[in-house]
């Protein structure tokens, strides 16, 4: 996920184990190959729902985002964020969206996750450009499809990430330190790298 002139700066740098290196990235790769499989069977079963002129059921997310029910949280932060116009922006897109358009916003995600994970892999600083543009990607992903997602916002999210053990929990599921590495990148972006 990165071009020539990231990858080249990463290889040169004086900690840089290849072996070490190479052992993550086919890690990273087996994982990514095991979610595909599971994506082309769901985009299998969103293609033929919409053949069939339905839309996206809470059964169908489930099969879509896994073990993370979606709906687990929603009294929550109804409370919690229920005034807000953030709030009422993504509840009125995501009544909306069908099972291909999670799909590919769980796609997109995972995208970001692993673009993340790479940096981590490679021992890139939250701080460094390469890392606050993802952390930029990711704010530009809510923003596209939750709700407008400001630079204050979205250092707020990336506080949560790390307070709420819920929160961080379920993104180190992803790979040992992340909520906190993101948490960092997304930092560093607002305040300027």
């Not at 996920?1 to 990463?10: D, H, K, S, T, Y």
């Not at 709906?71 to 807000?84: Q, V």
């Not at 590919?104 to 995972?110: A, M, P, T, V």
């Not at 390469?130 to 916002?153: L, M, N």
Request: proline share 4%; hydrophobic share 35%; aromatic share 8%.
């Amino acid at each position: 996920g990165f071009g020539l002139g990231e990858i080249l700066r990463i290889v040169s740098r004086p900690d840089y184990d290849r072996v070490a290196a190479l052992s993550q990235q086919r890690q990273l790769l087996e994982q990514r190959a095991v979610r595909l499989q599971h994506l082309i069977a769901a985009i299998e079963a969103a293609t033929e729902a919409h053949r069939k002129g339905y839309a996206m059921k809470t059964e169908d997310m489930l099969e879509v985002f896994g073990d993370f029910d979606p709906t687990e949280h929603e009294a929550e932060a109804k409370e919690r964020w229920g005034d807000s116009d953030a709030y009422t922006q993504s509840t009125n897109r995501t009544a909306r969206y069908t099972k291909e358009d999670w799909i590919r916003i769980k796609r997109e995600n995972q995208a970001i996750e692993d673009a993340f994970l790479a940096l981590m892999a490679a021992g890139t600083p939250p701080d460094d450009p390469a890392a606050t543009e993802v952390a930029e990607r990711h704010r530009a992903h809510i923003t596209a499809w939750y709700y407008d997602c400001s630079p204050e916002i979205h250092a707020g999210l990336g506080q949560m990430y790390v307070a709420d053990p819920r929160f961080r929990e379920n993104i180190d599921k992803s790979g040992e330190g992340l909520a906190q590495y993101m948490s960092d990148a997304i930092a560093a972006a607002r305040s300027g790298g």
